[in-house]
Each structure stands twice: as C-alpha cells, then as structure tokens.
C-alpha cells in the first residue's frame, strides 16, 4: 500500500470557495467566432438574444476581456448548500492499476442533482429571478441538467417545463419523479406540444430524441411563452463560466500540496464541465505557465470532435437557434440510443470547439462497453457508482495510467467525476446482463448528419 502523505479528501473550507468566475476567453489568443443570427447571416447582437436568454447572461456570453467575474452573494449562498466539493486521491484505484501515476479526481455528486450541473443552474436561476422572470424552460438529456435546475427553481421561486430526452425518460423514470418532486413539469421530447416536436416526429418516428430536439422544443416554448426565457445546461460561454468553479476549487486544493495536474481529463458532450474543470488550468496554458495536457472524452457513438466538422450549424434540431462555429456532426444527426445520455448532443461549446482546433485539447472517443468496465473497475475500489458520462473520463484516465506503468513514468493525471450513476442502473443492467452494444455510428450515417450542416461562409 502506497504512504500516503496526501489525504484521501482535500476538503476546501466555505471561506476558500471562490468568489469570482474564470472567463478563459480573456486568455484565448483567437476568440471563437460569433454566433450567427439565422435570419440575417450576421453577428448576433444583445438584441437578438434577449428574447430567448436572461439579460446578465448574455453579457456574460458576450464577455471576452475579463478574466475574473464576481459571484454575486446571492448565488454563493445557494452555493454553499454543496459546495465547496472534494479533490481525491485515487490511492486504492492507483493500487489496483500497479501504475507508479498519481490519480486525482474532483467528485461532483454529492448534491442531490447528483452531477456538476446545480453550479450553473444555481446561476441562471439567479439571474431570472433578478430580472422579475416567471417561469423558464429548458431541455436535458440524463436527467441531471433537469433535476439540477429544477432545485434551482424551487429555490428561486420559478415555473419549469423540461424536455426530456425521449429515450432518457423512458430508461430513467425515478429521475424524471425527482424533477416532477422539486415542481417542474416534465415532457419527454420529441412531443406533440410543439411544432418543432411534431415535425420530427413526422421525420423520425418512433425516435428516442435527441437533446437536439429537445433544445428546440425548449426555445419554441419559452419564446411563445410571457415572461419566460430559455436557459440551456451545457455549450455556451456562460454556462462554461459558471462550471469554472470545479477547476478553481481543483487549483486550489492541489496547489495546498503543490501538485500540478500533467495530464486533466473530462468528458465531452456539450463542454460545461470539461470546460470548467479545465478553465484556470488552460488559461495559464495559454500564457506559457504549464505544459498540461488536456484530454477530451466522447463517446464513439457520438463523436463529434473526432469525427465532426469545424462549421457553422444549429444549436438545435429544427433549425431555431443561432448558428455557432463549432464541431458538429450535423444538428440533423440522431445519436444511438447510449446509455450517456448527457453525451447525446451533435456539436460541441464553442470555446471547447476552438481550442481544439488551435491544438490545445487532444480528443478521445471511446466505446460504451469499455467505458462500463471502467466504471465499474471504479466503483469496486473506489466506493463510487459512476454516472455513465464521468465514466468516458475514467476509462482514458485509467488507460493513461496503464500507460505510465508501462514507461514507468509517475505523471499526475487529473479527472472530472461529474457525477453518481445510481438513476442509470438500467445502464448498469444492461452491461451485467451481457446486452449492452457499442452502436458506432457509419460513414452513411455520419454522411446523413453532415447533409443538414448549413453552407456558410465564416
């Protein structure tokens, strides 16, 4: 058994929580490229997105020059509900691997969301209610997004219609009855309540949905509704600010021990929470002040950094939203039924997107099966039934370790646990029962999505 001169928990005090976002676009050497208004193929402005966000995150959105941006007391205090959370030290998974790395995670479960998702909930909930706000919408794939803002909402006193990923409903009722119990309505999407709903199920049917559709049918609701805006749980700017409280309360914990991460790791669907693990710790990247490697995980059945393309294309599934320079396997690709449902989504943030271009962030995808040996290698010795999402994390971080036994190098490799698997044992099931697939998607079927990428010119 190793000595261990670091504790199994680093445990932040609430004074050592933060009280300032990390805006790493104030560091980015070449911003992302606007988002597109469809109607006029130019710039969105303010103006443009107001109807559809809250105010303050919109200037948030738009935000590229500071670094730091207060946390109002009003979110803080929510905050302190769950946070500060831990960083741990692997020990027993170190052991069991016989890997000379050091492996480190920051755990996000332990809110009743069970994920990473209440940081920025908490936020835009704040913001809506600031701004005299009844009621919002939104959409969410596994559940955690949809639970995690329907706390918020309780909290704040606001309505919520959630669009529940068809197919997550169907595979999670116990976390659609948790979004229902904090008082949110839940609609599994695609539905016959929108126009945007009942075109593709006039297109697909039979679909088990995508967040895609559910974004659309989220947008249609809040802008047709009065008093009500649209707020969405991963991809864009703001929502990666919130999430920078995972990589600052990570700093500075490691930093109590002057450990400096070689290798970080989080998973990919939309980007909130990789791009919050990783925020501070690539904002010293890009002034020369690391040399951390930055590791991406996506599932092959969805892959929309390694195999996407770096255009313009809808947020959403009908064609609503404004256009975002991203990588994008076509806003018209419908994903495989996987049990990631948090991962289920055809583009990627923005910010995610352009970093990986300029060769910051090295992508990964890896295979549903594999991903649940991880998980549960996980689980045996660490005490943790991973949520299938953070389990993507897990697989590379244990692969990069296997790696380091093999070259003998003790590096130290930093992952996102962003959440607890105990609503997906039907994933769980299915894996112990022997019937879990990988469902990669073709060259046709990419071929499909990639036809309903819009030409534009950049």
Not at 81 to 86: G, L
Not at 270 to 289: D, R, V, W
């Amino acid at each position: 058994m190793k000595t261990r001169q670091i504790p199994y928990k680093i445990y932040l005090s609430e004074e050592e929580m933060p009280r300032y976002w990390y805006n790493v676009k104030a560091h980015m050497k070449v911003q992302h490229e606007p988002f597109l208004n469809p109607a006029t193929g130019k710039p969105c402005t303010k103006a443009d997105l107001q109807p559809v966000f809250c105010d303050e995150c919109i200037d948030q959105e738009l935000n590229t020059s500071d670094e730091q941006i207060e946390i109002p007391e009003g979110i803080r205090s929510f905050y302190r509900t769950f946070r500060p959370s831990p960083v741990v030290r692997a020990y027993f998974l170190e052991e069991q691997l016989g890997t000379p790395a050091e492996i480190y995670y920051k755990f996000e479960g332990s809110n009743t969301s069970g994920s990473h998702k209440l940081n920025s909930a908490a936020a835009q909930a704040y913001y809506a209610k600031k701004q005299g706000l009844k009621s919002l919408t939104t959409e969410t794939g596994a559940g955690q997004w949809g639970t995690a803002l329907a706390m918020a909402s309780a909290f704040y006193g606001l309505n919520l219609d959630v669009y529940m990923v068809k197919v997550s409903s169907e595979q999670k009722p116990y976390r659609k009855e948790v979004i229902r119990t904090y008082g949110a309505n839940v609609i599994p999407s695609p539905s016959d309540t929108t126009a945007a709903g009942r075109k593709i199920l006039k297109e697909f049917p039979g679909t088990g949905g995508s967040l895609g559709c559910a974004i659309s049918e989220a947008v249609e609701k809040a802008t047709s509704t009065p008093s009500c805006r649209y707020v969405l749980g991963s991809v864009l700017d703001h929502v990666l600010l919130h999430q920078s409280v995972i990589g600052l309360e990570s700093k500075t914990a490691l930093d109590k021990y002057g450990i400096t991460p070689d290798v970080i790791i989080g998973c990919c669907g939309g980007g909130s929470n990789f791009g919050g693990l990783i925020a501070p710790f690539m904002g010293e990247k890009l002034q020369g002040k690391n040399d951390i490697e930055f590791i991406g995980v996506e599932p092959a059945s969805c892959p929309s950094l390694t195999r996407g393309k770096y255009a313009y294309d809808f947020c959403d599934s009908a064609k609503t939203t404004p256009l975002a320079k991203m990588y994008t396997l076509g806003c018209g690709f419908m994903p495989s039924a996987s049990h990631a449902g948090g991962l289920r989504y055809h583009g990627m943030s923005p910010i995610i997107s352009r970093l990986y271009h300029d060769g910051y962030i090295r992508a990964v995808a890896v295979e549903q099966s594999k991903v649940f040996d991880a998980a549960i290698k996980f689980a045996k010795c660490e005490g943790i039934l991973p949520a299938p999402e953070s389990a993507h994390a897990i697989r590379v971080a244990v692969d990069e370790a296997l790696k380091c036994k093999e070259t003998g190098k003790k590096k130290k490799i930093l992952f996102g646990l962003t959440g607890t698997g105990y609503f997906d044992l039907s994933a769980y099931k299915k894996y112990n029962d022997g019937e879990m697939s990988d469902s990669i998607p073709t060259d046709e079927d990419l071929a499909k999505g990639f036809a309903s990428i819009p030409v534009i010119k950049a």
